[in-house]
């Protein structure tokens, strides 16, 4: 079962509300937290503590229960948040640069250029 909230769901690349149907605007920011974060539990509490309306309380504090049984079940998957790619991602880093690597190859758009000029240069002296 997934344990993603219920809330929201992806259509063609949005994030949608399932409740409204509304779908989130392209423009507005969103920023998601994983249970394996060490600090998504103060954080979810903080904004518990804050909201008004009953339902929506009860909403956030049925989230909440669901990140901590989560944690407690995957105490080995806590971990400082930052921005590295996993060890195991599947980011293929350019050879040249080190910089992530998108679509087909071994080295990012700008490098493969470079390369092209080169090899321009090679065949020309
Ligand atoms: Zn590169």
Redesign the pocket.
């Known amino acids: 079962m997934s344990k993603n909230d219920p809330k929201y769901d992806f259509q063609d690349n949005r994030i949608v509300n399932v409740a409204s149907g509304e779908k989130v605007p392209e423009d507005e920011p969103v920023f998601v937290f994983l249970a394996r974060d060490v600090h998504t539990m103060d954080l979810l509490r903080a904004y518990g503590r804050r909201v008004k309306d009953p339902y929506h309380q009860k909403t956030v504090q049925n989230r909440i229960d669901v990140f901590e049984q989560w944690q407690r079940d995957n105490p080995g998957k806590m971990k400082e948040p930052d921005t590295q790619p996993a060890e195991d991602s599947d980011v293929i880093k350019?050879e040249?640069?080190?910089?992530p690597v998108e679509g087909e190859g071994d080295?990012?758009d700008?490098?493969f250029d470079e390369r092209v000029i080169a090899d321009e240069d090679d065949t020309q002296s």
């Open positions: 350019c040249d640069c080190g910089d080295v990012c700008s490098c």
